[in-house]
């Protein structure tokens, strides 16, 4: 009742806040005319402002503050030029400093956004959603994203484009020469683009806007002022091709006797990647046997829950334009209906034989290619679709009698995505649509029975705008559909997504003959986007027991209904110590589809940013409620005792030379069934403007009387075992970069993480949603439960007789990864890539202290190491 309440609670103060309507500030859009200097000489882009071409269009400024203090007149003043001839949009800049001695010029690779900065952006379609940007820093280290959804800045947009910058006595300069055929834009003899500039100030940590944006502003592109006079401009259409040859080296320890780990491995591989312009508005990428050898490996990480980790997308194809494809299901979990990493992921099948002595399991499937076409037209349809086959592929197994044979782990198989959504109701609104499909060959499959055959989703989506976008209503709809043999379905069924076999579940159930399945899922939320200081939303999200994405989405578990709210608070002006602070209340409730009411959660989270740039960070959650229906894997639903959680971060003004933070997250159930502790830092050092080192170690503890262990049976009854954990993670992520110059970089990265587990008073469980956590469980006693030889042999019954056994589940995992590359961008958007890496994981001896755990991996583990030559040249036609 007490949580029933808190939620009503918060809808009502949410639809109090929707029922104002306070005055929105009227902000005129600025406008700014340029010409065409196609009869002048092209300018030098230098960095000197001296071209003749340049007298030909007038100077704009009166840029205002945006941060800290909204609306007041900057430190320092910038002035903005803008002209065009056939093939290029030309942007200079006059950034005045009356110290520039002063003026902050820190080296980074691309997109590194350091020191003092200077951008202009562009919504060239003119559709209040969509841009492009491009900055430019007072070292000359480029930045360029791609602006979607009002405000998205994606950094994985890597135009061809020219830029110098200039340090004399008024502060600094920059000139920038943009090809048109790197943007898009419609064919009309006369275009408005939308415009903005933003200028970094570093030393006051000071942004000022040519176009005014208030702080309660709803979005960023729909607050653009206007580029007018852009006439004649012609479409041009792009045609890129970068082929790559790669020679590769990995170097391990020797396994005597074992012909596939002789101690080297060579490879060396070729492939080509192209972008071609269908039209001004839509692309066609291609990409033939990709290779991302530079690309850093993922974080080590252990799930002892049971399910699948997510990791971002590091690759460049599959990164580039991928707001497109973007269906995020909510914002509580990464279930989206596209997953990208599903393509070319490690192999899904395992060699099965009795008679095996060594080994060749391919780490990866081989992407034989793939084709992307995207892009928005100028009506307001953005458009996607991604294909892309992957091979066969086949671990080798060398059995005793030394007799080589292939067994397939992973099929044929065809990937494909679609992806639409049309703006409409004078941009203000927007629906969409998606459709994905994967298709597997398993006509020779004997060894994948265990794989789906086919499976499909697809959805739509939308959102609407009102009151100057103040207010907003968004939502969609979706469905799957899977299809493969009854041992794949069934497994399906049984797994932790689904868990078909709960024995408490009376809404679904396992059917053994089934060879397909269909599901649906959706969100429907209702909130104040902006005006004032208050911001909420209310929402809920369904997802079927059926409903399957993973086979090329994302998606941790089925059969839930959840209802959330959230209300939110920001200062919009600077006030005594602090240039801002914010803060919000959340909360949710979590059902599965046979009525259980599994969670509540009640949130409070605050941040603030004092004048002097330190910021802190800190909130708590409070759970009255919380059943897990997959704790125990099939059993029963399981219930967690109420929960409290507090964190604590602080962090030190970044723009010093040295910069730390750090700071914890505790949760502790009431009763001590868990606890959790995390403590994190971060500290970066600058000693140069072309030298950074960071470090962020993180150390967590989490004992735990309840955890999962293995399921048994005992004359026709399931014991659901369990037991106290111990467990205790450390990592650390080591950072060093070293910038040449703007196009030439060394990075270095390294992890090492350590985890143990120490398993002890082993238990079952008794009753999984009692009221006191003593009454969940029943302790074995000594005469029950004993250990030899690695195995713990349980006399359940104390009859003398061993009833059911399990393996001792103490762990101690380490792993390494280290990543060591020379980059050198030789001319435009044609890269040189010289690489290094050391990998190596191992299991240690469980009773180790992490620490000694630590030690001996380092000192005594095998690891292996790879050298790695890659060249690209891009050629633009």
């Not at 800049?93 to 900065?117: H, M, Q, T």
């Not at 399910?307 to 989206?336: K, M």
């Not at 989506?461 to 469905?479: I, P, Q, S, T, V």
């Not at 380092?858 to 633009?876: P, Q």
Request: charged share 20%; with cysteine.
């Amino acid at each position: 009742m007490k949580t029933l309440s808190l939620s009503l609670l918060a809808l009502l103060l949410s639809s109090s806040i929707f029922s104002q309507d306070s005055t929105k500030v009227e902000v005129p859009k600025r406008i700014y005319t340029t010409v065409s200097i196609s009869s002048y000489s092209t300018p030098e882009i230098d960095g000197i402002l001296n071209d003749d071409a340049w007298n030909a269009v007038e100077w704009t400024t009166d840029y205002i503050e945006n941060q800290p203090d909204e609306n007041t007149p900057p430190t320092e003043q910038t002035k903005m030029k803008i002209a065009y001839d056939d093939k290029n949009i030309y942007v200079a800049f006059r950034c005045y400093d009356a110290e520039p001695e002063n003026i902050v010029k820190r080296l980074s690779r691309r997109d590194g956004f350091e020191g003092d900065w200077v951008e202009v952006n562009f919504d060239s379609f003119n559709d209040d959603r969509t841009g492009f940007s491009f900055t430019v820093t007072a070292a000359g280290v480029k930045g360029d994203e791609f602006i979607s959804n009002n405000g998205n800045f994606d950094g994985s947009y890597n135009p061809i484009w020219y830029v110098k910058t200039n340090i004399d006595t008024e502060g600094w300069t920059a000139e920038m020469r943009i090809p048109l055929s790197q943007l898009r834009f419609s064919a009309d003899q006369d275009q408005v683009w939308g415009l903005q500039s933003t200028r970094r100030y570093f030393r006051a940590e000071e942004r000022s806007l040519w176009q005014r944006l208030p702080a309660d502003a709803p979005g960023f592109v729909s607050e653009f002022g206007e580029l007018r006079g852009l006439v004649g401009l012609k479409p041009q259409k792009q045609l890129e091709i970068q082929p790559f040859i790669l020679g590769q080296q990995d170097v391990y320890e020797e396994e005597r006797g074992n012909p596939f780990r002789d101690g080297a491995d060579t490879k060396l591989n070729a492939g080509l990647d192209a972008k071609i312009g269908i039209t001004n508005d839509l692309t066609l990428d291609l990409t033939i046997n990709p290779d991302f050898g530079q690309v850093e490996a993922d974080p080590a990480a252990i799930a002892l829950d049971g399910f699948q980790l997510f990791f971002q997308e590091q690759r460049p194809f599959f990164v580039a334009n991928s707001n497109i494809f973007n269906y995020s299901l909510d914002n509580f979990s990464p279930g989206n209906l596209f997953y990208s990493r599903r393509i070319g992921r490690s192999p899904q099948g395992f060699a099965q034989s009795d008679n095996i002595q060594y080994t060749n399991q391919p780490n990866n499937t081989t992407i034989y290619g793939a084709a992307k076409f995207s892009g928005k037209t100028k009506n307001g349809w953005s458009l996607g679709v991604i294909e892309s086959v992957t091979a066969k592929e086949f671990v080798e197994i060398i059995d005793f009698d030394n007799q080589t044979t292939e067994q397939i782990v992973e099929p044929l198989t065809n990937y494909f995505v679609g992806r639409a959504q049309k703006d409409f109701n004078d941009r203000n609104s927007y629906i969409g649509t998606m459709f994905t499909a994967t298709n597997r060959d398993l006509e020779d499959g004997q060894f994948l029975n265990f794989l789906r055959r086919d499976a499909y989703s697809a959805g739509i989506d939308f959102k609407h705008n009102w009151k100057d976008r103040k207010y907003y209503l968004e939502g969609m709809a979706y469905g799957s559909h899977v299809k493969g043999s009854k041992e794949a379905i069934a497994r399906t069924q049984q797994s932790l997504t689904h868990l078909f076999g709960r024995v408490d579940a009376g809404h679904v159930e396992i059917d053994t003959t089934r060879t397909s399945l269909s599901g649906t899922g959706g969100r429907l939320e209702i909130g104040k986007a902006s005006g004032g200081n208050f911001r909420a939303h209310l929402g809920g999200t369904w997802r079927s027991p059926e409903l399957e994405l993973n086979d090329i989405g994302f998606l941790r578990r089925a059969d839930e209904i959840r209802q959330y709210a959230r209300l939110s608070y920001q200062t919009l002006k600077p006030f005594g110590n602090f240039r801002r602070i914010n803060a919000q209340y959340r909360h949710y409730n979590s059902f599965d589809f046979d009525g259980n009411y599994n969670v509540a959660e009640h949130r409070l989270d605050g941040f603030a940013q004092f004048k002097n740039n330190w910021g802190i960070e800190t909130g708590f959650i409070h759970k009255p409620r919380n059943y897990n229906v997959s704790t125990l894997r099939g059993g029963p639903r399981f219930r967690f005792s109420k929960e409290n959680i507090n964190y604590f971060f602080i962090g030190s003004d970044s723009r010093k030379k040295f910069v730390y933070s750090g700071g914890y997250v505790i949760s502790e159930a009431v009763d001590k069934q868990f606890t959790y502790l995390e403590l994190s830092a971060r500290m970066s050092y600058q000693p140069t403007d072309a030298l950074n080192l960071s470090i962020r170690p993180v150390y967590s503890k989490n004992p735990n009387q309840t955890q999962y262990v293995a399921t048994r049976e005992v004359n026709g009854t399931s014991r659901y075992i369990t037991a106290n954990i111990e467990q205790q993670t450390l990592s650390a992520q080591f950072r060093l970069n070293y910038t040449f110059t703007p196009n030439f970089s060394l990075q270095f990265y390294a992890q090492p993480f350590v985890s143990t587990g120490r398993y002890s008073n082993f238990n079952y469980i008794t009753d999984a949603t009692a009221d006191n956590l003593a009454d969940r469980f029943q302790l074995y006693n000594d005469n029950q439960i004993s250990l030899e030889n690695g195995t713990y042999n349980v006399d359940d019954t104390e009859n003398g007789t061993t009833d059911y056994s399990f393996s001792n589940p103490d762990f101690a995992f380490s792993q390494l990864n280290t990543n060591l590359v020379l980059r050198w961008e030789y001319i435009p958007g044609s890269e040189l890539f010289l690489v290094w890496s050391l990998n190596g994981n191992a299991f240690e001896q469980p009773d180790n202290h992490i620490a000694s755990t630590l030690t001996d991996f380092v000192t005594e583990s095998r690891h292996s190491n790879t050298f790695l030559l890659k060249a690209t040249y891009r050629f633009v036609l």
